[in-house]
T-cell receptor, first 115, second 116 residues
């Protein structure tokens, strides 16, 4: 069965410092992996996705993630946090790239950015 | 990417009444749509997979008679919460998933349901 584990429920960083949100996956197949962001009382926005192409994936707003098969990880990073990055972040896995296969969500990591 | 429109964005209803939530795929023909529920400060949990022209597939623990799903066309799926109770209060989100070259899911803006 496929699943994702977000290792931190809450991460707090100072503005201008690096961000690291950790995610490990478990999948019997070669997974597709995504990071989504959710601002308070808003819907979900795709940050980036990995679908078996380049292992280092660049996304929007300066975020990137690296797929490491040996570590079964897909950590999300950003060199310098902005206040607007404060939100809930979800690591998401899919074991099959198909329109009829749902995504499986991690529990989420709340990112706080301190001025 | 696909545009998914969900309506209403918020609704308050009395306990015992039914509420219908619509999910429309505006520019993408979706044979499959997904319904998620999100409780405060929690993650999204898949409730059911809606299949156009056939019965929905419900996740374990989700009451199919309580959460009625209809997917009558390639662009519209509806979720009806029947005989709503306060514990049904939640954030409901629908999504469609691209296929072939587009693999990410596209989400509606969500519906905040409050049952009083």
């Amino acid at each position: 069965a496929q699943s994702v584990t977000q290792l931190d429920s809450h991460v707090s960083v100072s503005e201008g410092t690096p961000v690291l949100l950790r995610c490990n996956y478990s999948s019997s197949y070669s997974p597709s992996l995504f990071w989504y962001v959710q601002h308070p009382n808003k819907g979900l926005q795709l940050l980036l996705k990995y679908t078996s192409a380049a292992t280092l994936v660049k996304g929007i707003n300066g975020f990137e993630a690296e797929f490491k098969k040996s570590e079964t990880s897909f950590h999300l990073t950003k060199p310098s946090a902005h206040m607007s990055d404060a939100a809930e972040y979800f690591c998401v896995v899919s074991w099959r790239n198909s329109g009829n296969t749902p995504l499986v969500f991690g529990k989420g990591t709340r990112l706080s950015v301190i001025a | 990417g696909a545009v998914v429109s969900q309506h209403p964005s918020w609704v308050i209803c009395k306990s015992g009444t039914s509420v219908k939530i619509e999910c429309r795929s505006l520019d993408f023909q979706a044979t499959t749509m997904f319904w998620y529920r999100q409780f405060p400060k929690q993650s999204l949990m898949l409730m059911a997979t809606s299949n156009e022209g056939s019965k929905a597939t419900y996740e374990q623990g989700v009451e199919k008679d309580k959460f009625l799903i209809n997917h009558a066309s390639l662009t519209l799926s509806t979720l009806t919460v029947t005989s709503a109770h306060p514990e049904d209060s939640s954030f409901y989100i629908c999504s469609v998933r691209g296929d072939v070259a587009v693999f990410e899911a596209f989400f509606g803006q969500g519906t905040r349901l409050t049952v009083v």
